[in-house]
């Protein structure tokens, strides 16, 4: 029986996005990092900034939201928020990840390092002045 080909795949680390909180608070915009951190590791002075979102959705969506957290056991906070983080880690991982079988991978790399050579169009392109030079 063959083997499978090896599949290369490029790891994304989204452990700096996500955010621990006990179920009695409330999550707010501070939760979630600004910018991702230098390093995964954990700050040292150990307290957390908080802040607040705010949104304005009709009623029959707020019902739709309070039922789906309902059927889970949750608030509709901790529903928004694992809901918002699980979306917004796929968006990211869509953009970042892809797998590839071994000849795929080598074919792709081997793309990236040898572009072919610029054509008229795009010398024509570079040679433009961009409109907010203008």
Do not use: C
């Not at 705010?54 to 739709?64: D, K, M, S, V, Y």
């Not at 991978?105 to 409109?131: E, I």
């Amino acid at each position: 029986m063959a083997r499978p080909a090896p599949v290369r795949i490029d790891n994304v680390d989204t452990s700096s996005n996500t955010v621990r909180m006990d179920k009695s608070h409330s999550p707010t915009l501070a939760d979630l990092p600004a910018e991702a951190p230098a390093s995964a590791e954990p700050s040292s002075s150990g307290a957390e900034v908080k802040g607040s979102i705010n949104l304005r959705i009709e009623a029959q969506t707020r019902q739709l939201i309070d039922d789906a957290a309902a059927v889970l056991g949750k608030t509709r906070t901790e529903f928004m928020i694992e809901s918002a983080r699980t979306l917004a880690i796929d968006v990211l991982l869509d953009q970042r990840l892809f797998v590839l079988d071994s000849a795929r991978y080598d074919a792709f790399v081997h793309a990236l390092d040898n572009p072919p050579a610029p054509g008229p169009k795009l010398r024509a392109l570079l040679g433009r002045v961009p409109g907010w030079k203008t």
